[in-house]
């Protein structure tokens, strides 16, 4: 990150800021230390790269949805949910945190 990083729109999550590099190419979420979203991301991410059926589901649905919402990148953020709660739900199962079934979907707030 450059010092001309800039600070994306206010995050919906409490005490997270995105930083976005100058090119708009580099996104930086920051958390505070006893956050619990950066446990969530790096399972995903180790689901990710242990899974690569899940890995490539996501990869087609990030495509599909950015080519669907490239001038709606709120739309492209919360389009990813589905797929992401689908994966995940496999992760905390794998993980012995709760059952294989996703739950019902949380209402989640637009920016």
Do not use: C
Not at 38 to 67: E, Q, S
């Amino acid at each position: 990150m450059s010092s001309s990083a800039s600070t994306a729109p206010p995050s919906r999550l409490p005490r997270h800021r995105l930083l976005v590099g100058p090119a708009q190419d580099v996104n930086l979420h920051v958390w505070p230390q006893d956050a619990p979203e950066p446990i969530r991301h790096r399972l995903f991410r180790d689901w990710l790269r242990a899974h690569p059926a899940d890995r490539d589901r996501y990869a087609t649905a990030k495509r599909r949805l950015a080519r669907d919402t490239a001038d709606r990148a709120s739309d492209y953020s919360l389009a990813k949910n589905d797929v992401i709660d689908q994966i995940l739900a496999r992760a905390f199962a794998a993980a012995g945190a709760v059952t294989a079934e996703p739950v019902a979907p949380v209402p989640r707030r637009t920016p």
